[in-house]
C-alpha cells in the first residue's frame, strides 16, 4: 500500500534513467540523510538518549560508517567484479600509511644520485585522497595477475599482498618514521582551517565521505563500467566475445575498489583509532570485511551497509543480550559463539540466499507493492 | 623441514580439490579441531588411570570418530545443498566451515595450548665423521617424512585400485554424469572429507608434537595454501614437492636474503613464490592444465 508506484509515469529518458526511479527510494533515501546529516548532530547536541554519551558515536557509528565504505570497495571487487580478494585489509593498510607519510611529510634519501626528494607535510583531506590513490595503483599491480588466474588461484595471490604488507609495515621503519614501538599516530585532522576532534565532528566528516563515494559508487556500477564488471563477473569469455577488454575491466575493479578501500583506511587509522599498528589491519580485517559483503549482499551497494552493520552489531548484541537474561557468559565463550554464528550464518546465507539481506529487503519491498492483494 | 608438515596439510586440500572441485579453506581449522580432540581425550585417559598406550589408541580412535562426524555434518548441511554451485560459492562456504570449526573446537575442547607428546622430539646426529658437527637430524621430522609417504602411496593405491577411488575420479570430472551412472555423490563427498580430516589428524599429531596444539595451528593452513599453488591444485605428489620446495625455500631465504632486509620475511616468501609460479604456470609445477571454452 505504502510501496505503489503505479500513477509514476516516466515522460523523459532522464527520468527513466534516474538511479532511483522510484518516488518511495527516493523519499526513504532522503528522510535516511536528513536523519544522518540533521538529526544524528541535533540529538548529539541536545544529549537526548542515546546519544548522551559519546558511546554510541564513538564506538557504533563512526566503525559502522567507515567499515562500510571499505565494505563498498570490496563489494565492487568481488561483487560486482567477482574476481575474490582476500588481501582488503592490505590495502587499507596501503591507505593509512601512505596517507600518514604524506600527512607528515616524505623525506626519500637518494643518497647513490646525490640527492633527496622530499615533500612537505600536505593537507589532510589531500593526503588521504592520495593514500586512496596509492592503494589503487598498488591494487592494480596486484590486480595483473588477475588476467591469467582467477577464481581461487586469485584469492591467494591477494593474501600474498596481504601477508607482504603486513610485514612491509611492521619492518620497514621507513613507513613509520622510525617509530621504535611501531605505532604512529595520525597528523592532527585539519580540513581548510577547520579541527575535527570531537566526536559528532568526526562522525560528520566520515558522513560525507561515505555519502559521497556511496552515490559515486553506485552511479559506477550502474554505467558502462559497471556492466563491464558484471558481464566479466558472470562469464568472462562470453564478456571477451561480446567486445569488452577483459583487461581494462578487471584493472580498472581493482582500481576503483583499493582507491575506496584505501580511503577507508585512512580514514580508519585517522579518524577511528587515531594512532595504529600494522595489526589493525591484518588478515582479520581482510576475512571481516568479506563477511560483510557476504552477509550483506553481493553485487549491492547497500548490502554493504547492512552488512556492516550486522557484523559490528552481533558482537555487542552477543554480550549484552545474556548479562541482561541473568546468564552472563565469558568473554571466551562469546568470542567462539560469535564464531560459531558467523560461520553458519555465511554458509546459511550462500544456500538460502546468495545475494544476502540485501536481497531479503528487495523481496520486502516486492511484497509491498503488491501488498494487501498479492496475485 | 617443516615442508613435510605443509605437505601433510596440503594434501588434504588436494584431496577435496580433486574429489569435490571444492577448494576447502577449512582444513586449518580441521587439524585444529582434530589435534584438540587428540590432546584432550588423552589428557583425560591419562588422568583417569589408562595405560599410555591404551590411551593413544583410545584417543585417536576418538578423534577419527569426530573427524568422521565432522564430515558428515559438513556433507548434510552445507557442500550437498550447495550441490552443482561454482567453485567461488563453495569456496566461500569453506570460509563460513572454518569459522564454525574454529569456535566449536574451542568451545568444547578448551582454548589454551595444549603439549602433546606422541613421537620422540630429541635429535640424531649423522655423518658425524664427514662434516664437523655432522648434520642435525630432528626424529619427528624423520616420522614426519616417513608418515608422509606413507599416506601418499597409500592414497595413490586408494585412488587408482579401489571401487570408491574410481568413484571419487569419476566425480571430480563431471558430477552429472557421475551421478547419472549411479555413483551415491552424497556418499562419495563424505569419504572425501572423512579422509581430508583423517589427513588432518595426522597433520596435527605431527605438528602438535613439535609445537604443541593451540589456535595457532590455523595459520598452517594458510602456509599450506602457496603449496599448493606451488604444486598444482590436483595433484598428491605436487602437494609434497611443493611442501618440500616452500619449506626449504623460506628457510633458505630468511638465512639469505632476511638478513640483508629485516629479517620475518618467512611470513611472505612462500606467497610471493607462489605468485611468480602462477605468472608463469597458472596451474602449478604438476597441475592439470585449465582449458576453457563455451
Not at chain 2, 549411479?182 to 608434537?209: D, E, S
Request: glycine letters at 12%; hydrophobic letters at 60%; charged letters at 10%.
Amino acid at each position: 500500500m505504502l510501496y505503489r508506484e503505479a500513477g509514476q509515469f516516466k515522460t523523459t529518458y532522464a527520468e527513466d534513467m534516474a538511479i532511483f526511479p522510484i518516488r518511495q527510494d527516493r523519499m526513504a533515501l532522503a528522510i535516511l540523510l536528513g536523519i544522518a546529516f540533521i538529526g544524528v548532530p541535533l540529538l548529539a547536541d541536545f544529549d537526548i538518549w542515546p546519544f548522551g554519551s559519546d558511546y554510541l558515536l564513538r564506538a557504533i557509528l563512526l566503525p559502522f560508517l567507515i567499515l562500510a565504505l571499505a565494505a563498498i570497495g570490496v563489494n565492487i571487487l568481488v561483487g560486482y567484479c567477482g574476481q575474490i580478494s582476500l588481501g582488503s585489509g592490505a590495502f587499507m593498510a596501503i591507505g593509512a600509511y601512505s596517507a600518514y607519510k604524506l600527512g607528515t611529510g616524505v623525506h626519500i634519501p637518494l643518497a647513490w644520485l646525490g640527492f633527496a626528494i622530499s615533500i612537505p607535510p600536505l593537507p589532510v583531506l589531500l593526503s588521504i585522497l592520495l593514500g586512496g590513490l596509492a592503494a589503487a595503483v598498488v591494487g592494480i599491480l596486484f590486480g595483473v595477475p588477475s588476467l591469467r588466474i582467477k577464481g581461487l588461484y586469485l584469492a591467494v595471490a591477494t593474501l600474498a599482498a596481504q601477508f607482504f604488507f603486513d610485514w612491509v609495515f611492521l619492518r620497514v621503519s621507513w613507513f613509520t618514521n622510525y617509530a621504535p614501538s611501531g605505532s604512529v599516530s595520525a597528523p592532527t585532522l585539519d580540513f581548510f582551517g577547520l579541527n575535527v576532534g570531537t566526536p559528532i565532528e568526526r562522525y560528520m566528516l566520515c558522513l560525507i565521505f561515505v555519502t559521497v563515494f556511496a552515490f559515486l559508487a553506485k552511479n559506477l556500477v550502474r554505467g558502462n563500467l559497471g556492466r563491464q564488471w558484471m558481464a566479466i563477473r558472470d562469464m568472462d569469455i562470453a564478456a571477451e566475445l561480446i567486445g569488452i577488454r577483459p583487461l581494462y575491466a578487471k584493472l580498472t575493479a581493482f582500481a576503483v575498489s583499493s582507491f575506496i578501500i584505501g580511503v577507508a583506511g585512512a580514514l580508519w587509522a585517522f579518524v577511528y583509532l587515531g594512532s595504529w599498528e600494522p595489526l589493525a589491519f591484518s588478515i582479520d580485517r581482510s576475512l571481516q570485511l568479506l563477511f560483510m559483503v557476504i552477509i550483506g549482499g553481493l553485487g549491492s551497494i547497500m548490502g554493504a551497509f547492512v552488512g556492516a552493520a550486522f557484523i559490528l552489531i552481533l558482537p555487542i548484541l552477543l554480550n549484552r543480550i545474556p548479562s541482561e537474561l541473568g546468564v552472563p557468559l565469558s568473554t571466551e565463550t562469546i568470542t567462539h559463539l560469535e564464531f560459531i554464528i558467523f560461520g553458519s550464518l555465511i554458509c546459511y546465507l550462500l544456500i538460502k540466499e546468495p545475494h544476502g539481506f540485501a536481497r531479503l529487503i528487495s523481496i520486502g519491498k516486492e511484497k509491498l507493492r503488491l501488498w494487501p492483494f498479492p496475485y | 623441514m617443516s615442508g613435510v608438515l605443509y605437505s601433510l596439510v596440503a594434501l588434504g586440500f588436494v584431496l577435496i580439490f580433486k574429489a569435490s572441485g571444492v577448494f576447502n579453506f577449512a582444513q586449518g581449522a580441521m587439524v585444529l579441531l582434530a589435534g584438540l580432540a587428540l590432546v584432550r581425550s588423552l589428557d583425560l585417559l591419562v588422568a583417569n588411570g589408562f595405560p599410555l598406550w591404551v590411551a593413544i589408541v583410545l584417543g585417536i580412535g576418538f578423534a577419527a570418530v569426530i573427524m568422521a562426524i565432522t564430515a558428515w555434518l559438513i556433507e548434510r548441511f552445507v557442500i550437498g545443498p550447495l550441490v552443482n554451485q561454482d567453485g567461488l560459492t563453495l569456496f566461500m562456504s569453506t570460509i563460513g566451515v572454518t569459522f564454525i570449526l574454529e569456535g566449536a573446537a574451542q568451545m568444547i575442547f578448551g582454548s589454551g595450548s595444549y603439549p602433546l607428546r606422541l613421537f620422540p622430539t630429541d635429535a640424531w646426529f649423522l655423518f658425524e665423521n664427514l662434516f664437523p658437527g655432522g648434520i642435525l637430524v630432528n626424529k619427528l621430522d624423520v616420522w614426519g617424512g616417513f608418515i608422509a609417504g606413507v599416506l601418499v602411496a597409500g592414497l595413490a593405491i586408494f585412488f587408482q585400485r579401489t571401487k570408491t577411488g574410481r568413484a571419487l575420479r569419476a566425480v571430480a570430472d563431471d558430477h552429472m554424469a557421475a551421478q547419472s551412472v549411479g555413483i551415491p555423490i552424497g556418499w562419495i563427498w563424505f569419504v572425501v572429507w572423512l579422509v581430508a580430516g583423517l589427513v588432518a589428524l595426522v597433520a596435527a599429531t605431527v605438528w602438535g608434537t613439535k609445537l604443541g596444539v593451540q589456535f595457532s595451528i590455523t595459520f598452517l593452513a594458510l602456509k599450506a595454501l602457496p603449496v599448493l599453488i606451488i604444486g598444482g591444485l590436483t595433484s598428491v605428489p605436487g602437494a609434497i614437492v611443493g611442501g618440500l620446495i616452500v619449506g626449504a625455500g623460506e628457510k633458505l631465504a630468511e638465512v639469505f636474503l632476511g638478513s640483508h632486509i629485516g629479517g620475518g620475511i618467512e611470513y611472505w616468501f612462500a606467497y610471493v613464490l607462489a605468485l611468480a609460479v602462477l605468472l608463469v604456470r597458472p596451474q602449478g609445477l604438476f597441475g592439470e592444465r585449465i582449458i576453457e571454452r563455451i
